[in-house]
T-cell receptor, first 113, second 113 residues
Framework: DQQVKQNSPSLSVQEGRISILNCDYT??????FLWYKKYPAEGPTFLIS?????DKNEDGRFTVFLNKSAKHLSLHIVPSQPGDSAVYFC????????????FGTGTRLTVIP | KAGVTQTPRYLIKTRGQQVTLSCSPI?????VSWYQQTPGQGLQFLFE???????NKGNFPGRFSGRQFSNSRSEMNVSTLELGDSALYLC????????????FGNGTRLTVT
């Protein structure tokens, strides 16, 4: 059973515009959320994270929003650049004290020049 | 500093065989986690090792096992390979504190024929 879901397998955005990637989760015990970016033939790289005590975290062009009541988070990239084209994975962890992440299936972002 | 190194990059095995994958973490990282990535399933947690001890285990059969050495290097073993074990196996290291970001290697692509 997929506890973290990314329902959009792909997204295309024009360069300079905003990219919004969405993620839903089902486990109310999750309290820490992360986004990873993955280029072909490379491992995922950490992008940004948010704790459940916050509803927003910003790092440069990347902002993650968390809506706990809806069990939903989103990643905003503004402005989008061609180098942002990659697969983006949403991940979540619970308060088990262990380093075990639950990942979504990924969204492939294509930024069109 | 050097990133997470996984060897080999590619492997082809036949059903029934066994395979060992290797992972060298970032220097100073004591936690090593293993994930399986298959199309449509995202990344699924296999297990985590910290200071040579398995700290957490995902929902995989006992054919999947691992170990960690005193220098934090880790190996993952899959016995009695099945066609469904064909996947990208990713290793990630971290300092080991809860929610410390995972740093992934580029993975080992295993094909079982």
């Amino acid at each position: 059973d997929q506890q973290v879901k990314q329902n959009s397998p792909s997204l295309s955005v024009q360069e300079g515009r905003i990219s919004i990637l969405n993620c839903d989760y089902t486990n109310s015990m999750f309290d820490y959320f992360l986004w990873y970016k993955k280029y072909p033939a490379e491992g995922p790289t950490f992008l940004i994270s948010i704790s459940s005590i916050k509803d927003k975290n910003e790092d440069g062009r990347f902002t993650v929003f968390l809506n706990k009541s809806a069990k939903h988070l989103s990643l905003h990239i503004v402005p989008s650049q061609p180098g942002d084209s990659a697969v983006y994975f949403c991940a979540a962890s619970g308060n088990t004290g262990a380093n075990n992440l639950f990942f979504g299936t990924g969204t492939r972002l294509t930024v069109i020049p | 500093k050097a990133g997470v190194t996984q060897t080999p990059r590619y492997l082809i095995k036949t059903r029934g065989q066994q395979v060992t994958l290797s992972c060298s973490p970032i220097s100073g990282h004591r936690s090593v986690s293993w994930y399986q990535q298959t199309p449509g399933q995202g990344l699924q947690f296999l297990f985590e090792y910290f200071s040579e001890t398995q700290r957490n285990k995902g929902n995989f059969p006992g054919r999947f096992s691992g170990r960690q050495f005193s220098n934090s290097r880790s190996e993952m073993n899959v016995s009695t390979l099945e066609l469904g074990d064909s996947a990208l196996y990713l290793c990630a290291s971290s300092v080991g504190h809860r929610n410390s970001p995972l740093h992934f290697g580029n993975g080992t692509r295993l094909t079982v024929t």
